[in-house]
């Protein structure tokens, strides 16, 4: 894992390593091994990546309890990353995190409501200053 520090700000790099990994596992819709990627990163981080990270890993287990039919496990996991990712700036760690909040926060209304997730349409996790089609 490669991180840069530049005037005291923390950038995760999402190029290599278990991140990127992890971040194509997500794209994928493998939920369950972008989180086991991402997990052994956030063991190795300090706050305020950490918890950052741990909202992360908390999208990617939400989607797949619902893969799984559990909607309940994903309501309780989103609510938890986006009062991690509401803590952020639009951009952090590396990630636009600004686009993420808005549609983890989204997804979140549609399950509360009883309606679901359109399928195959989960949030974006974008990289800062890729051009990434949403998924």
Known sequence: MRIN???GIV???WSCGALAEGL???????????????EGVWLGLQEPEKSFMQAL????AAFHHLQ???ATGAVSLLRRALRRL???PAAFGGI????LRAEVGECLRRLESGGGVVAGKFPSIRPIGQ???LV
């Not at 596992?25 to 972008?34: I, K, Q, T």
């Not at 636009?96 to 686009?99: D, I, L, R, S």
């Open 131 to 133: 051009e990434l089609e």
């Open 86 to 88: 509401e803590a952020r």
């Open 68 to 70: 799984g039919g559990n």
């Open 5 to 7: 520090v530049d005037r």
């Open 57 to 60: 890993i908390q999208v990617a």
């Open 11 to 13: 950038s995760l790099d």
């Open 24 to 38: 194509a596992c997500y794209r994928s819709g493998e939920f369950f091994l972008a989180h086991e990627h991402w």
């Open 96 to 99: 636009a995190v600004g686009p």
